[in-house]
């Protein structure tokens, strides 16, 4: 008679394999999904303005940790949308922007033309906000 593996430790062994890279996988792309939503910032609906020479637009912090100063970087682009304008967009509130909360970034500039499409570009961890606002004056 031959000597091996019963058939009930066979299918606990396999078991046991089948949970564990469950588990390691579960783990691995977990990782994946908490990036893509911990920092994640949207544009409040018709909050991109342009007033004289001032650009506008309210974002708000949609993730689960709060998005400080280094975490993100705000631009107006031209309407050929190849470069940036002379401002540097600030934030008012200061950041960290806090989970549900809002601030409002604005910049001033003298380089505007009427009638122009601008585009505001806002980038926090993995999101993107991107506003195009046409400037009347």
């Given at each position: 008679m031959r000597?091996?593996?019963t058939p009930i430790i066979s299918t606990i062994v396999l078991l046991l394999i089948t949970v564990a890279l469950a588990g390691a996988a579960w783990a691995y792309l977990g990782g994946f999904m908490g990036m893509y939503t911990e920092k994640t910032i949207i544009a409040?609906?018709?909050?991109?303005?342009?007033?004289?020479?001032?650009?506008?637009?309210?974002?708000n912090n949609a993730g689960t940790s709060p998005i400080l100063s280094g975490d993100i970087s705000a631009k107006v682009l031209n309407p050929a949308g190849a470069s940036a304008l002379g401002c540097a967009m600030v934030a008012s509130p200061a950041l960290p922007l806090n989970e549900k909360k809002s601030t409002?970034?604005?910049?001033?500039?003298?380089?505007?033309?009427?009638?122009?499409a601008y585009t505001i570009l806002i980038v926090a961890g993995t999101s993107t906000v991107?506003?195009?606002?046409?400037?009347?004056?």
């Open positions: 000597k091996g593996i409040s609906p018709n909050s991109a303005l342009c007033i004289g020479n001032t650009f506008r637009v309210t974002i409002e970034y604005s910049c001033t500039t003298t380089e505007l033309s009427a009638g122009q991107r506003e195009t606002i046409v400037c009347s004056s």
